[in-house]
């Protein structure tokens, strides 16, 4: 059974920070290139980070230098810490989890996040 949890979602201030949280089950972890998507009111899906099972990372020009990827290989788990939050990235974010050799590809339930005062 796959599943990927996610965590961490909530309402913050502008300028604060929030930490997602995907915790993947039932897929060899590895194998799976890791990715955060979003989608706001309005507007369609966007890829917002990616990281491989090397560690390699990528960012959508619009969180480059506020949002960082990891991964925790022994806990299965994929992070995306969000600073200096703007109400822009009020969104439902979305963790999804690409096969590299396999047209394989699972998503989580959504989270959302709220950006207001």
């Known amino acids: 059974q796959v599943q990927l949890v996610e965590s961490g979602g909530g309402l913050v201030q502008p300028g604060g920070s929030l930490r997602l949280s995907c915790s993947a089950t039932?897929?060899?972890?590895?194998?799976?290139?890791m990715n955060w998507y979003r989608r706001a009111p309005g507007n369609q899906r966007e890829l917002v980070a990616s990281i491989t099972n090397g560690g390699r990372t990528n960012y959508a020009d619009s969180v480059k230098d506020r949002f960082t990827i990891s991964r925790d290989s022994a806990k299965s788990t994929v992070y995306l810490q969000m600073n200096s939050l703007k109400a822009e990235d009020t969104a439902v974010y979305l963790c999804?989890?690409?096969?590299?050799?396999?047209?394989?590809?699972?998503w989580g339930q959504g989270t959302q996040v709220t950006v207001s005062s």
């Open positions: 039932g897929i060899s972890f590895m194998l799976y290139t």
């Open positions: 999804n989890a690409q096969h590299y050799f396999r047209a394989l590809t699972y």
